[in-house]
């Protein structure tokens, strides 16, 4: 079975500073693929970023960078250069490589306040 | 491009009432769907999954039901709701058996308050 756990359930950031959203996983599958959704209060799911087990370089979208560590099996996701937008939930998932429906599997998420 | 809707955005519904929601998928063919359900600060919990037309797959035991009579529309009902349904509703697609690297898209969502 897979599981994703999220260890902040609350995180406070300074505008302008970067941040780490902490992401560790559990899987025995050899193939995967991890992402980070963005959730503001509006209540939409917004996507971020993807990282594939066998990616060599760890993935990036402007100021979202994922630190993938394979061997501790984590996936923290660094924000640059805070803005006041970000501030919202933050879910870890994942998906395995079977072709199963219901194989995305979500952590309980990390709410970042960001602070002027 | 690909597009999904929810309605309502929001309802408030008294105990013992039905319920039905409606996600449809726009722009795509043959998707996998998903409803989520996620409570007041919570994570998401996956509630239904289609692979196809009439084939709806149960993650968790409840009062709830899902159809799907269409390739691209998701119903979720309930005939009696109870307090504990209310929270936030998500649908969500995916391509058909999806890879690793296949993420999931979501819709704006239901807020769900049941009195």
């Known amino acids: 079975a897979q599981k994703i756990t999220q260890t902040q359930p609350g995180m406070f950031v300074q505008e302008k500073e970067a941040v780490t959203l902490d992401c560790t996983y559990d899987?025995?599958?050899?193939?995967?693929?991890l992402f980070w959704y963005k959730q503001p209060s509006s209540g939409e799911m917004i996507f971020l970023i993807y990282q594939g087990s066998y990616d060599e370089q760890n993935a990036t979208e402007g100021r979202y960078s994922l630190n993938f560590q394979k061997a501790r099996k984590s996936a923290n996701l660094v924000i640059s250069a805070s803005q006041l937008g970000d501030s919202a939930m933050y879910f870890c998932a994942m998906r395995g490589e079977y072709n199963y429906g219901q194989n995305f599997v979500f952590g309980p998420g990390t709410r970042l306040s960001v602070l002027p | 491009s690909q597009t999904i809707h929810q309605w309502p955005a929001t309802l408030v519904q008294p105990v013992g009432s039905p319920l039905s929601l409606e996600c449809t998928v726009e722009?795509?063919?043959?998707?996998?769907l998903y409803w989520y359900r996620q409570a007041a600060g919570r994570g998401l919990q996956l509630l239904f999954y289609s692979v196809g037309i009439g084939q709806i797959s149960s993650e968790v035991p409840q009062n709830l039901s899902a159809s799907r009579p269409q390739d691209r529309q998701f119903i979720l009902s309930s005939k009696k709701l109870l307090l504990s349904d209310s929270g936030f509703y998500l649908c969500a697609w995916s391509v058909r058996n999806p890879s690793s690297y296949n993420e999931q898209f979501f819709g704006p969502g239901t807020r769900l308050t049941v009195l």
């Open positions: 722009g795509t063919s043959n998707p996998n």
């Open positions: 899987t025995s599958d050899q193939s995967y693929g």
